[in-house]
């Protein structure tokens, strides 16, 4: 205390209480910061925040008259607040995931119009991009309905206070499509390791994987949604109790498990193969490089990078860790449809004959003129080869009788033919 009595007479802002903690002394024409309380924060972030509180060049702490007319120093709490950070993370997350129903919708208008695509491998992916719309649209839907009214700051009580049973069924079907993900992730692994690893093996149905990815993820929600109603029922289910949480989580990490160890066998295959055919080329590796990381999307494998949430750090650390996950995570069906759809050989070559066929029925103007000077074309190369026989045949006589003979009146055959090209 006489340390800051002494830096008061120093011209220094004295330590003073602003109602919720204490406030060291400062220089003049400063502001000082302190690490936000604990209870300024509706939820205890991952990362420190930090209050402001000013100190003006006359050795006083910066002040402001209240309602009622009275003097009082005030400290900056606005910093405390997370509203802005979870703002600008819902957005990237709704961003994100709009980008995917962007391409998964005319994804999947191609794979359900062409005959030639219904086979059971492309049956796979319809089921997986129907997966991935559906919950990148419950997705935007609970974001936009749910979380932004839990971060409009409006005064009245948010839906998660309300706690309705409409928000713990949106709540619940996002749960539910999400898991269906993971599940149509391991049918797509499963698959293609059988396709691969058991040549001669031939699936007749897909009933078991309609089972596994539709069906079985209805169990845990299920169990899910009931442990929630007796023994945690607030706030919509949305503020995760831990100990309920592994009900969903479980089949989610074995999925990616599963898939892990199918791509790192099909790996195995593939090099096997490409080394048994081209030996000591690296071209195989290169092949078997490009084959995983085609892969990784369609797996889920990407999700890998961020499944370890740091339970501390800076806040710049945190947020791009934020940002990176919501990426990965709401870009996946876009990354998928581009690669097995957009980017497929076989689906070029189906738009690439459709689009010549709709040409052809659309442009008859062009047609006609094409096909008349077509045949203007081959009529007079059909001319010029009968003059050309006479002509011939005609040299042949000339010849007999003498040297001399009349120039021809056509022109040549490969003038005209320059012209009809032209």
Known sequence: MRHAAADAQDGWCPPTWDGWQCWESAPPDTVATATCPTYAYLKTPSCDHYATKRCEQTGHWFTSIDQLNRTQERSDYTSCSQVSTLLSRVYVHVSAYAVSIVALVPALVIFFSYRQLKVHRVSIHKNFFVSLLLNSVMVIVFKCVVMLDELSQSGSPSILEKNGVGCKILFIMTKYCRLTNYLWQFCESYYLHKLIASAFAEQRSLLIFYII?????????????????????????????????????????????????????????????????????????????????????????????????????????????????????????????????????????????????????????????????????????????????????????????????????????????????L
């Open 213 to 421: 990815g539709w069906v079985f993820p209805v169990i845990p929600v299920a169990v899910y949604a009931a442990l929630r109603a007796h023994h945690a029922d607030e706030q919509c289910w949305v503020v995760p109790v831990e100990m309920y949480e592994w009900v969903l989580n479980a089949p989610c990490l074995l999925s990616l498990v599963m898939c892990a160890l199918f791509l790192i066998n099909i790996i195995r295959v593939l090099v096997t193969k490409l080394r048994a055919q081209h030996a000591n080329e690296p071209s195989q590796y290169r092949r078997a490089v490009r084959a995983t990381l085609v892969l990784v999307p369609l797996f889920g494998l990407h999700l890998i990078v961020t499944i370890y949430r740091p339970a501390r750090g800076t806040c710049t650390w945190m947020q791009l860790y934020y940002y990176a996950d919501y990426m990965l995570d709401g870009l996946q069906g876009a990354l998928v449809a581009l690669i097995f759809c957009y980017l497929n050989g076989e689906v070029q070559n189906l738009l690439r004959n459709t689009y010549g066929r709709y040409v052809n029925l659309h442009a008859p103007v062009f047609r006609s003129g094409h096909r008349s000077s077509s045949l203007s074309c081959r009529s007079q190369h059909t001319m010029h080869t009968m003059v050309g026989i006479e002509s011939t045949s005609m040299s042949a006589a000339v010849a007999e009788s003498g040297p001399s003979g009349a120039a021809p009146l056509l022109p040549p055959n490969g003038a005209d033919e320059r012209e009809c090209r």
